[in-house]
């Protein structure tokens, strides 16, 4: 069975920074691609960043340069480094693995 698990959301001032980690078992890691998602109040849920098995990466262009997507297989975890925050950034944020396997979430909120 594949468990996911997100972590390290919370509440952050604009201009802030968080780190969120998308750790997963059951599955044979190294081989996965993996994606970030987030959804905001009344919108739908949109893609943030993704990264192959191969370390190619992706991003959103509203958080290019600001957010970094890594991983690290040994551990089973894929990070997503959140730089200079802005209040609508604000959302839940989902980790997806193979487009299959989804977290339940991590709510992140960017406020003064």
């Known amino acids: 069975q594949v468990h996911v698990v997100e972590s390290g959301g919370g509440l952050v001032q604009p201009g802030g920074s968080l780190r969120l980690s998308c750790a997963a078992s059951g599955i044979v890691f190294r081989f996965a691609n993996v994606g970030w998602y987030r959804q905001a109040p009344g919108k739908q849920r949109e893609l943030v960043a993704t990264i192959t098995s191969a370390d190619n990466t992706n991003y959103a262009d509203s958080v290019k340069g600001r957010f970094t997507i890594s991983r690290d297989n040994a551990k089973n975890t894929v990070y997503l480094q959140m730089n200079m925050l802005k209040p609508e950034d604000t959302a839940v944020y989902y980790c997806?693995?193979?487009?299959?396997?989804w977290g339940q979430g991590t709510q992140v909120t960017v406020s003064s």
């Open positions: 997806n693995i193979r487009q299959i396997y």
